[in-house]
Nanobody
């Protein structure tokens, strides 16, 4: 079992920045990737960004590309999401997720991820 704990959410004005952090514990040696999803009220959970553990490859959704950056500290088993130029439409609950090495399928689907954090609220005011 892998346990994920997010931190860093909050209220920010449009154009501002926030940094989210996610710490993994438990069987964290069994992680192949960590990422972020978000869910706005009345909408489905959507992919935001992913960082692979072995190659350190990063991918971000088109909706946040150029504004959000994912980074990792593999020694500490943490992954951060630096969010800049925030927009009201970025308001959502942000979830950290992790995948086992045996998991397959696109990173962009929440159904292919194995572990989830409890979520942290990000609210961007206009």
């Amino acid at each position: 079992q892998v346990y994920l704990v997010e931190s860093g959410g909050g209220l920010v004005q449009a154009g501002g920045s926030l940094r989210l952090s996610c710490a993994a514990s438990g069987r964290s040696f069994s992680i192949s990737a960590m990422g972020w999803f978000r869910q706005a009220p009345g909408k489905e959970r959507e992919f935001v960004a992913v960082m692979t553990w072995s190659g350190g490859n990063a991918y971000t959704a088109d909706s946040v590309k150029g504004r959000f950056t994912i980074s990792r500290d593999s020694a500490k088993n943490t992954v951060d999401l630096q969010m800049s130029s925030l927009k009201p439409e970025d308001t959502a609950v942000y979830y950290c997720a992790a995948r086992r090495p045996a998991s397959r399928g696109t990173y962009f689907s929440e159904n292919t991820w194995d572990y989830w954090g409890q979520g942290t609220q990000v609210t961007v005011s206009s």
